[in-house]
């Protein structure tokens, strides 16, 4: 067994799993996948709205919905090997708030030296632990890596100058929701007319449903005054097999480099600066 792989607790993962059809109007491309994410659900059927949860129907959140109905309840077990993983840490995600405590740890560790982080030419280079649900022999575990999180400190929209065309030359470049504790990447592939009402209407309460923000003053702390005439970026997940285009507004999200996106040169630096930190040698930037 790897020594990054901790056992999750049978009571974690779900004896049974239940299947419901939602009855609700998107408007907006791929809305039918956040709303299932704010249930912990999966999509299992687009066209037919079909999705399965974990929430009980008497559960207060769906009790509060008008619009989804309780199909049946079959057993967890029934459900794809591939979507188990992702109920279960969709579990630790929302239940029991993983990614907050897993932040909580690094912090401390950042505060004792133990790990580095440090900023360079405009970019925010930050540890974290990362982790992913594997599942063998009928169990399911958790595997912990500590990665590091390279992104410009900018959001999209100031980066680019506020530019269109600047924002278009970005297609095919990672980015990642600005206000969500989990950094998932997302690959730009295509920059679409602005539309205040994908933002108003779409982006922003998926937010609140999300919890990551009470309100748009939330974002006005942190951003600044929303650009209502922004143009819209569609991004793909980098990561898992879907290919579903999501909306991302350029002023919410953040701009992602790994080190194979530098050139040479800068790359270089960044590497010397790492090292440097890393042996406790030259200046912190």
């Not at 790990?115 to 575990?141: A, C, H, M, N, R």
């Not at 992104?151 to 929209?157: I, L, T």
């Not at 929701?177 to 295509?190: G, H, L, M, P, T």
């Amino acid at each position: 067994m790897k020594l990054n792989w901790f056992k999750i607790s049978d009571a974690v993962v779900p004896k049974v799993i239940h299947v419901y059809k939602s009855y609700r109007v998107f408007e907006v491309e791929g809305d039918i996948y956040k709303f299932a994410s704010t249930i912990n659900g999966r999509v299992i059927d687009a066209e037919n709205q079909l999705i399965i949860s974990t929430l009980e129907p008497d559960d207060p959140q769906l009790i509060e919905l008008k619009d989804i109905k309780h199909i049946k309840t079959m057993p967890f077990s029934d459900v794809p090997p591939y979507q188990q993983k992702v109920i279960v840490k969709g579990i630790l995600d929302k239940k029991y708030m993983l990614y907050r405590l897993l932040d909580s740890i690094a912090e401390k560790l950042l505060k004792k030296d133990v790990i580095k982080s440090f900023s360079f030419d405009g970019l925010s280079v930050k540890p974290y632990f990362d982790y992913t649900v594997e599942q063998l022999d009928g169990s399911f575990f958790l595997t912990l890596r500590l990665r590091y999180n390279m992104v410009y400190r900018k959001n999209v929209w100031d980066l680019v100058g506020r530019d269109r065309k600047r924002l278009e030359s970005l297609v095919g470049k990672r980015i990642q929701n600005i206000f969500s504790w989990q950094r998932k990447s997302f690959e730009i592939v295509d920059i679409r007319d602005p539309d205040g009402d994908i933002v108003k209407k779409g982006i922003i309460p998926h937010f609140v449903r999300c919890g990551y923000i009470k309100g748009e003053e939330d974002i006005v702390k942190r951003v600044g005054e929303i650009d209502w005439s922004q143009p819209i970026i569609y991004a793909i997940p980098v990561s898992g097999k879907s290919k579903e285009k999501y909306p991302f507004a350029p002023q919410f999200s953040k701009l992602v480099f790994e080190m194979g996106d530098l050139d040479g040169e800068t790359a270089k630096e960044v590497r010397e600066l790492w090292a440097r930190k890393k042996h406790r040698t030259g200046k912190d930037n």
